[in-house]
Structures are given as structure tokens and as C-alpha cells.
């Protein structure tokens, strides 16, 4: 059994039409969501890829692992997935995007040499790399890799000093000129490489190419795409394939705009809000975003097809997620901040193989997911046991192998957790908060989404009543009662252990039975009471 798991970078649920998008069809998608499980309720533990991805890499809440944003080292010595797979003989590789910024000052601290292959793990988030490429530009940080794909533009006669950047995010103006895709209104215009030659296109390729290459050892591929991410630019003939007639209506109010809260006026107020709050902007985004999606679709039949013609869709798992969304204008705002649905709710389809799953198959589900379910799930598909005391997640194999009649009878989790540290945002200036205080924490239960707010008085939305979150009932009185009980969730998941990883519940449990450490006897009066415990004197002492 191996497992393929794919991550799209970016990618909302609903511009997917097996989520009910009918703006765009995506049947490649789709039809993997027929050979599985749909999970309509997935959240992430932040809304930004770095710390996203930490999670989902650690099966940990993002305070726990403590990469709470974009470059910001995950520690050494934090288990990763591929650590707890290695365990068990399974290969654990990687194919496009992680995001990771290796903690460079404590290898250096421990000793650890990055080219060794402990330090490449180490620099990896656990992964053998058969091929890193983070979607930037390896010119400005050589730390982010991308150079098998300029390597690959040059030999297939797409040269220049940076080929990304030169072919893949780069623009044909109506006149022949060049247009950079980072400007968006060149969002149109068809990017200059080919679409058989895009970073999908090729990432598919790749993903290919490593599972052919496998043998008789399991492994779990993590295939990882950098799209619909910006730069928000693709390939003919997908460039112009949707105009603004297909977008769905942009999802804000006059409520917001006129919010109390401090945070969220801030908020709106940064430059990225203001310019996808823009209709114009808008119009001719979203369309290429639309687009990017379309052709990640059409990779995903290419890849299916080779999982059908080569019967790997028999021994193979197959993972389809992505790492966040993106607002494009919701809520007044651009990127991917905050914890609205748009943003920190993502797609999460999981096809699995055995014959267990097949009451499932076309199925979906409302329980609550976090994105911290996926490692334990991979490690009880591949026979091992989740480490409790080091993974916050729970299996989703309850939910694959039960009918959904009966889905009821699981004891599942009563609500998620999301958060964000915006230390680095401009916002925080605005609102005057020390980097220190800087942070929000999503609690989210299925009905009231509650968003703690260090200094500041806190959100709450009913997404039973206002299910496209444009009231905010943090201030209103008649809603104290359910802030209090939100509050109190949020207080129990903070006194959790999050940092106690060394030790197993079994070991303590059998340190507690076992009583006084060997060789110390604490208490004791005389050697009736050592007798009575099964204790006695050492040796050397005489009767």
C-alpha cells in the first residue's frame, strides 16, 4: 500500500464544483471525490502556507510546533511525518512545495551537518527530496528552491537568467512586450511558456515519473503544487477561458465595512485588501485564478489516468487538499488572512484503496476536520500506531470505512482550532499591538466560529444564520452567554499539553505504577513498610 497526496497551493473549496461551484466544473476532481470520501468541513491550523503546512507536515497545532509564519525555522528535533513513517518502512518523498525554512542556528548548535542525511531531513521537514520547487523566485531566495524547473525551461529552449520568472511568470503583451505576471493587471495576458511546459504541467510529470520509479518499499508521495497561487498568471488557452460573466457575486457587506472592531478596520485597510476590494481588479483576477484552477484539473485527469492505466489506483491512497484559500475580494479583503471560510476552510478528498472504504465511496461528511488528521491517518493506513503524546490529530479511517447513516455513533471532536500571528503584518502598526500580543485563535465548533483576539475584544459568527460571515456578534450583548461558552472552549484547548513529547501516556502510566524511581525510597519508617511495597534495603546494608 503507498499513499499519493496532493496539495494545492491556495486553492478555495468552493471554485470546485463537487463543492457545489457552478461557476466552473473541475470533473477530474470530481471524480476522485466519487471514488471517496468528500469532507465538506476541513479547516487548516492557519490560513498562511508556512505555518499551514508545519501542521499539516507535524500533525500539530501551529503554538505547539511554533513555525507560526512564512520563514520562520521549524525547530530541530520536531517530528514530522516522515519520521514516524521511517519507523515503519515507508518512504516518505516529496515532489514540488513545502514551504519549509529550516532552523539553521540550532543545526548549527547541534552539530548537525545540512548535507548529511540527517540534516537534509532535517532541512526537508522529514521528506527525501526527489524534487523541491516552492513557486519563488530562486534568484531572490536560494533557499526556496526551484531550479530543476529553470533547469528544465532551459532544455526545452526557454532560456534567460531566471526562466521561472522569465517564461512561467511572465507575460506577451498585445504588442509583443513583456508583462510581469507580480502586476496584476497583466492577469489576462497568456503567460510565455506553454501549457505542456507550466509548473503543473511539469510537477504532474514529475509525480509520475517518481512513482515509477518505485520498487517493492511503500511510500507516501506528497505531490505538491505551487498553483492557483499568485502570481496569478497561466498558459493559453486558459488565460482567457472565463471572463467576469462567470464569477460568482463577490461575498461582502456595508456591515463590514462599517465593523467597530479595530482589527478588522485595519485590516481593510491594507494595501492588498484595498486592491481586491477594487471591481475592476476583481474582474480581471479572478477570471485567471478561475483559470489556473481549470488547468490544475485538467493535470489531475492526466494523473488519474496514469493511476487507472497502471493499476496503482489499487495499492494507492490517493490525498487531493490544498494548504488555505483565498479571499479575492471577500470580505474587503485580498491574500488569504483571517479565518473566514474563503480563507481557512479548504477541499479535502481522500480515495482509500481497501475494501473497507468501499461503503463510502461517493460519500461526504460534516464532522469537523483539521488539517493535523492527515499524519495519524497515514500512519494507521501504513499498519503503524499514532503517537497520542506527539500527534493532535485524530484518523480519519472511522470516517472512511463507516456509512454515513452511521457516522453519528462516532465519538469525533465537538470543535476545530485555527490561528494566526500577524507580528509581521502591517495591521499591527495600525492597530498598535507589540509583536508579542500579536496573535488570533479560530475556535470553531460547526455552528458559532469565535475568534479570540489578544487585547482586544473578540468575533463571533453564526454560520447557521449568517452563513456567508458578514455579522460579526462579538460586541452584542444578547450574545454573551455564547461567547462565554466559546471562550471556555478556547481556554480548555490552551491547557492542553501541547510541549510534553517525550513521553508516552503508557510509559507514565507504568512510571506511576511503578512507584519510587529504582534505588530511591522516600518516606519510609522502617523495613516492614519497604516489605509491604515489595521494596527492600540495598546489598551493602546489613540486617
Not at 501542521?55 to 511525518?81: A, I, K
Not at 520509479?213 to 472565463?242: E, F, R, T
Not at 483576539?453 to 452563513?467: I, N, Q, S, Y
Amino acid at each position: 500500500m503507498n499513499v499519493l497526496w496532493i496539495m494545492a497551493d491556495q486553492l478555495r473549496f468552493d471554485y470546485l464544483s463537487c463543492y457545489g461551484a457552478k461557476h466552473i466544473d473541475t470533473p477530474n476532481i470530481d471524480a476522485l471525490a466519487q471514488r471517496g470520501v468528500r469532507f465538506n468541513r476541513t479547516y487548516v491550523q492557519s490560513p498562511i502556507c508556512g505555518p499551514s503546512r508545519m501542521s499539516f507536515y507535524t500533525g500539530r497545532y501551529v503554538r505547539s510546533h511554533g513555525s507560526t509564519w512564512n520563514g520562520f525555522p521549524l525547530r530541530v528535533g520536531e517530528p514530522t511525518l516522515g519520521d514516524h513513517l521511517r519507523e515503519l518502512g515507508v518512504k516518505c518523498s516529496l515532489v514540488g512545495k513545502t514551504h519549509m525554512t529550516p532552523d539553521e542556528e540550532g543545526m548549527q548548535r547541534l552539530g548537525i551537518d545540512p548535507e548529511s542525511t540527517i540534516g537534509a531531513l532535517v532541512s526537508q521537514c522529514g521528506f527525501d527530496e526527489f524534487v523541491r520547487d516552492d513557486g519563488t523566485n530562486p534568484t531572490i531566495y536560494p533557499g526556496r528552491r526551484g531550479e530543476d524547473y529553470d533547469q528544465y525551461l532551459r532544455d526545452h529552449g526557454m532560456d534567460g537568467d531566471n526562466p521561472w520568472e522569465e517564461w512561467a511568470n511572465t507575460a506577451l503583451g498585445p504588442n509583443g512586450e513583456l508583462r510581469s505576471g507580480w502586476l496584476l493587471e497583466n492577469a489576462p495576458y497568456a503567460a510565455r511558456v506553454p501549457k505542456e511546459h507550466s509548473e503543473t504541467a511539469w510537477l504532474t510529470t514529475r509525480g509520475i515519473e517518481y512513482i515509477e520509479q518505485q520498487g517493492d518499499q511503500p511510500w507516501l508521495c506528497h505531490l505538491s503544487y505551487i498553483k492557483p497561487h499568485w502570481p496569478y498568471l497561466v498558459p493559453a488557452p486558459y488565460n482567457d477561458m472565463y471572463s467576469p460573466a462567470d464569477l460568482p457575486p463577490v461575498n461582502r457587506s456595508q456591515t463590514e465595512r462599517d465593523s467597530d472592531h479595530p482589527l478588522m478596520q485595519a485590516w481593510m485597510s491594507m494595501r492588498v485588501s484595498e486592491t481586491f476590494s477594487r471591481d475592476d481588479v476583481r474582474d480581471i483576477v479572478a477570471p485567471v485564478y478561475m483559470g489556473l484552477i481549470k488547468e490544475l484539473d485538467d493535470q489531475m485527469g492526466r494523473l488519474f489516468d496514469y493511476l487507472e492505466s497502471s493499476g496503482r489506483f489499487n495499492d494507492t491512497m490517493v490525498i487531493f487538499c490544498s494548504d488555505h484559500g483565498d479571499n479575492m475580494g471577500d470580505h474587503w479583503m485580498g491574500e488569504k488572512d483571517l479565518f473566514h471560510d474563503c480563507s481557512a476552510r479548504v477541499p479535502l478528498i481522500v480515495y482509500d484503496p481497501r475494501s473497507s472504504a468501499d461503503v463510502t465511496r461517493g460519500t461526504n461528511t460534516d464532522k469537523l476536520v483539521e488539517g493535523i488528521d492527515l499524519a495519524p491517518t497515514f500512519i494507521e493506513f501504513f499498519g503503524g500506531q499514532p503517537k497520542a503524546h506527539i500527534l493532535e490529530g485524530r484518523s480519519l479511517t472511522p470516517l472512511l470505512s463507516t456509512p454515513e447513516s452511521q457516522q453519528q455513533k462516532i465519538q469525533w471532536r465537538t470543535h476545530c482550532v485555527s490561528e494566526y500571528d500577524y507580528s509581521t503584518r502591517e495591521a499591527r502598526r495600525t492597530v498598535n499591538v507589540d509583536q508579542s500580543d500579536a496573535r488570533l485563535v479560530m475556535v470553531f465548533d460547526g455552528r458559532w466560529k469565535y475568534i479570540y483576539v489578544e487585547t482586544m475584544r473578540p468575533m463571533l459568527f453564526d454560520l447557521k444564520t449568517d452563513p456567508n460571515e458578514l455579522n460579526d456578534l462579538g460586541a452584542h450583548p444578547d450574545y454573551a452567554d455564547q461567547l462565554a461558552t466559546m471562550r471556555e472552549l478556547h481556554f480548555d484547548w490552551t491547557r492542553q499539553h501541547h510541549s510534553r513529547i517525550t513521553r508516552s501516556a503508557e510509559t507514565i502510566e507504568a512510571m506511576t505504577d511503578d512507584g519510587e524511581p529504582q534505588g530511591i525510597l522516600i518516606g519510609y519508617v522502617n523495613e516492614e513498610e519497604l516489605a509491604a511495597k515489595g521494596y527492600k534495603l540495598p546489598p551493602h546494608v546489613s540486617d
